[in-house]
């Protein structure tokens, strides 16, 4: 079985400002790893996706995620925050042998870019 | 491409009825869909797999009796609320796994918020 831990429930965050948000999983086998986002009130949009190769993964919006396999992490970064970045993220693990493909979630960090 | 809907987005039922949520993908094949509720400022909780022909596989904790699905096709599966009660309202979030993926990414659909009087 998987978990995921988002270190930060909240991150305020200045426009214009970088930002990182944490994410470590656990896991006995190899997975896939996701980052999505959530605007109020919507479903979840893919923001990137780790599944092999290239440790660094760039994604939609000026996003981008490094995957370290010796400290089981895959933080999310953007060099230059929004207005509009403003949302929850979760991170979310999927274990490659589970046919189903089911995902595990992290809680989630809310983001909020003031001006 | 790979979009996913649901309908009703929201709805507003008395306690004791039954509400039927939809849930389709719209422009590709989904032998899986996946059925989650999400609280106030708080992570999705998977509460079922849906697969295509077969009956759904359920989560530990979660009535399925109370939660039926159904996923006749390809491309619909929906989830009923039966007998709901005020402590079922919630956000109700359904995914779908294209057929042809090579991997398990999941596409989501915008979320029904059912409120139940």
């Known amino acids: 079985a998987q978990s995921v831990t988002q270190l930060d429930s909240q991150v305020p965050v200045f426009e214009e400002a970088p930002v990182e948000l944490r994410c470590n999983y656990s896991?006995?086998?190899?997975?896939?790893l996701f980052w999505y986002v959530q605007y109020p009130n919507q479903g979840l949009q893919l923001l990137l996706k780790?599944?092999?190769?290239?440790?660094l993964v760039k994604g939609i919006n000026g996003f981008e995620a490094e995957f370290n396999k010796s400290q089981t992490s895959f933080h999310l970064r953007k060099p230059s925050v929004h207005i509009s970045d403003t949302a929850e993220y979760f991170c979310?693990?999927?274990?490659?042998?589970?046919?189903?493909?089911?995902?595990?979630f992290g809680a989630g960090t809310q983001v909020v870019v003031t001006p | 491409g790979a979009v996913v809907s649901q309908h009703p987005s929201w709805v507003i039922c008395k306690s004791g009825t039954s509400v039927k949520i939809e849930c389709r993908s719209l422009?590709?094949?989904?032998?899986?869909m996946f059925w989650y509720r999400q609280f106030p400022k708080q992570s999705l909780m998977l509460m079922a797999t849906?697969?295509?022909?077969?009956?759904?596989?359920?989560e530990q904790g979660v009535e399925k009796d109370k939660f039926l699905i159904n996923h006749a096709s390809l491309t619909l599966s929906t989830l009923t609320v039966t007998s709901a009660h005020p402590e079922d309202s919630s956000f109700y979030i359904c995914?779908?796994?294209?057929?042809?993926?090579?991997?398990?990414?999941?596409?989501f659909g915008p979320g029904t918020r059912l409120t139940v009087l």
């Open positions: 995914s779908a796994r294209d057929l042809w993926s090579s991997y398990n990414e999941q596409f």
């Open positions: 896991s006995s086998v190899s997975v896939y």
């Open positions: 780790y599944l092999s190769g290239s440790t």
């Open positions: 979310a693990v999927s274990d490659l042998t589970d046919s189903w493909g089911k995902l595990q």
């Open positions: 422009d590709f094949q989904a032998t899986t």
């Open positions: 849906s697969n295509e022909g077969s009956k759904a596989t359920y």
